[in-house]
């Protein structure tokens, strides 16, 4: 059993999809643990996205994600974070599958209304990011 961070962005959350959302993973049998509405500082941002610090858009990036309220969550099931990324679907809407989050939402690469850890260690650090572990169910 895995746990793995879900968040959906600024413009998931502006749009209305939360609920959306939450029901796909309820629907496929994921469990979830944590969830807070909330807005996220320039620091906790940069600390999220730290293995793209040197990428063009890196800027860009922290603008966005703390340009309004995401919806934090903490999920957790079997192999929760390799499911969660096919559900999700790819980063550039040129290649998200219709079916997938991104896919059916999502209209640009930079905002695509969703973001999933993509491996143990980065969840675990993506988790800690956001949540109190205490305050986990
Ligand atoms: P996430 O980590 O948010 O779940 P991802 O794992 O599909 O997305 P990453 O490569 O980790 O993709 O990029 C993180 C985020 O940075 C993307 O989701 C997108 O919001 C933004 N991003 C990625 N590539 C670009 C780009 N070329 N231009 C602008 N923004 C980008
Ligand atoms: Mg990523």
Redesign the pocket.
Known sequence: IQRTFI?V?PDGVKRGLIGEIINRFEQKGFTLLNAELMNVDRQKAEYH?M??KE???FE??VD?ITSGPVFAMVWEGESIIEVS?IM?G??SPLEAMPGTIRGDFAFS????V?????SLLSAEREIANFFDPLSIC
Do not use: C, Q, V, W
């Open positions: 968040m962005k996205y293995e793209l990428k063009p858009f860009e990036l966005f990324r999700i790819k980063t690469k930079a905002e695509n969703i973001h999933g850890s993509d």
